[in-house]
């Protein structure tokens, strides 16, 4: 009988030790197997970072300080207005596309971070996002523009995932922090998460709720309970931009903004920008180039891209100076349609009165 318990013992003692040795080796095999797939995607990580294409020429020509922004005086007047001093208000910009909203912007804030008391430091964040694609799914997993918490069920296997840890994920307002979150299109955004946006503004801060959190769960980190008690910082100045018209606009998030209007641009106008641009990407253009171009560029950016097909058509003849030639093949190989409005003079304006009904 004793026999029989030592031979039994024998055998549970070899099948748990099987057991056991079998764990390890898939273990160490798993944990290698993991190890062998981060280097070699570590490894093609690094090849991507040593390829660089050369800046682009929308990058190099874009304008540097406000008096580079053509034909918008006023507008760019009140934005530096709007954002100045202790005090710096929300702001909503009206314009067609291409005319200088987003550059004006991104270089006001830059100006007005030195003017006396602004809250923003020289460094201040300005977080570009784009309303149409900030739209969270319906069920609030993802939303890109408040934030959200990964629950665990979602994290799968991870180290939270699998300790049943709740991560709070930040969203454009909180990238935003202490500086302008300028949300292109703004009246794209569903009144669901306007409601959520307005919200911030007011807490200046965003409160997550998950049922997966417990103040007493102590595998929880303390900065996700911290997180989870006094919500993730998101003090910001919203610039909303929107080439819709101001009654399209909700009135909840009118009320809270400066509203500021950018005009379309006159044929001056964009004569003006391709001078400008030319001259901050160091192009030699051949007289009536300007001229040819803001006969068919509809706005800045098209005048833009317009110059730089034509510098290239000029490289591929091994030319560095743009000839009326290349300007005029770009023009009619991208079908551009000439401008119907009349020669405008210096400082004159097209005035579009369908953007400029105010409310009431
Ligand atoms: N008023 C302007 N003065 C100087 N450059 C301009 C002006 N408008 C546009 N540009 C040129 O066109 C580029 C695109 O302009 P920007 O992105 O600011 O337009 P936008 O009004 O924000 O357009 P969208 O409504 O499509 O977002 C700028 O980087 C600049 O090179
Ligand atoms: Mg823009």
Redesign the pocket.
């Known amino acids: 009988m004793s026999e029989l318990t030592a031979f039994a013992q024998l055998a549970f003692t070899l099948i748990v030790g099987l057991y056991f040795l079998t764990r390890l080796r898939a273990d160490s095999a798993g944990e290698k197997g993991v190890k062998e797939e981060a280097k070699a995607a570590a490894e093609q990580l690094n090849r991507l970072r040593q390829i660089h294409l050369n800046e682009p020429m929308?990058e190099i020509?874009?304008?540097a300080s406000s008096s580079?922004?053509?034909?918008?005086d006023d507008g760019v007047r009140a934005l530096r207005a709007a954002l100045w001093g202790e005090d710096p208000q929300h702001v909503l910009i009206y314009?067609?596309?291409?005319?200088?909203?987003?550059?004006?912007a991104r270089i006001v804030l830059k100006e007005v971070c030195k003017s006396p008391g602004s809250p923003f430091a020289d460094d201040a964040a300005f977080f570009e996002a784009d309303a149409a694609i900030m739209r969270c799914d319906e069920r609030g997993f993802a939303d890109p523009l408040i934030g959200s918490v990964h629950d665990p069920i979602y994290q799968g296997a991870g180290a939270y995932g699998a300790a049943g840890i709740p991560q709070p994920k930040p969203g454009a307002v909180t990238k935003a922090h202490g500086g302008v979150l300028f949300l292109?299109e703004i009246g794209e955004l569903p009144n669901e998460q306007i409601n959520r946006l307005l919200k911030v503004l007011e807490d200046r801060r965003v409160m997550f709720e998950s049922s997966y959190y417990s103040s007493n769960n102590k595998k929880i980190p303390p900065y996700i309970h911290d997180v989870f008690r006094n919500g993730m910082p998101a003090d910001f100045r919203l610039i909303g931009?929107t080439?819709r018209k101001p009654e399209e606009i909700p009135e909840a998030v009118r009320s809270r903004c400066v509203e500021i209007y950018?005009d379309p641009?006159s044929r001056q106008?964009v004569v003006r920008?391709v001078a400008?641009?030319a001259a901050r990407c160091g192009i030699t253009i051949e007289n009536g180039v300007k001229e040819l171009i803001a006969d068919y560029a509809a706005?800045?950016?098209d005048?833009?891209k317009i110059l730089q097909s034509a510098l290239n058509i000029a490289r591929m003849d091994g030319r560095c100076f743009i000839g009326l030639d290349d300007a005029r093949w770009v023009i009619k190989a991208g079908r551009y349609a000439k401008r119907s409005e009349p020669f405008l003079k210096e400082n004159e304006k097209i005035i579009d009165i369908s953007m400029f009904k105010k409310r009431g």
């Not at 580079?68 to 918008?72: A, E, F, P, Y």
């Open positions: 929308t020509s874009r304008p580079d922004i053509i034909g918008q314009g067609p596309p291409g005319v200088g909203k987003t550059a004006a292109d931009a080439t950018f641009l106008n920008i400008g641009a706005n800045g950016r005048a833009v």
